[in-house]
């Protein structure tokens, strides 16, 4: 299976252990878990968990990002091959996007954050020009 797809399944399951560990820190800042009303309970986080929750919807919104320049990618026809590095710019940017953010280091965040972007971005328009 080419790189590319790997790094799209490893991003699609990121947001789901930044939810666990979300969870994990809701528990710990309320006692227990509101199933009612659950999205109202994250609201009120605070700290570490609200991090975590923050890290966990910006690894959502990457996902949908990456997922369309990967189609493109695929779509293009061009060897998927070609796509390894700038992908796995954008995996590694992923990885340490949510560990920044739980660390509270704002500029790394930001900067792992751009090279993600752009790593991504390079792959579309790089699919795009094939057509």
Not at 91 to 110: A, C, G, Q, V, W
Request: one cysteine or more; hydrophobic letters at 55%.
């Amino acid at each position: 299976m080419p790189f590319i797809l790997w790094v799209l399944f490893i991003v699609a399951i990121l947001p789901m252990l930044l939810a666990m560990l979300g969870g994990y820190c809701r528990y710990r800042q309320f006692g227990k878990f509101d199933n009612h009303y659950p999205r109202s309970q994250q609201a009120h986080m605070t700290g570490l968990g609200a991090r975590v929750m923050a890290a966990q919807h910006n690894a959502w919104e990457s996902l949908t990002l990456f997922s369309a320049m990967s189609l493109l990618a695929y779509a293009s026809g061009l060897n998927l091959a070609d796509f390894s590095y700038p992908a796995g710019l954008f995996l590694l940017s992923r990885i340490f996007h949510p560990l920044f953010y739980i660390l509270d280091m704002d500029t790394y965040r930001s900067l792992v954050f751009w090279i993600g972007l752009f790593s991504a971005i390079y792959i579309g328009v790089k699919a795009i020009t094939a057509f």
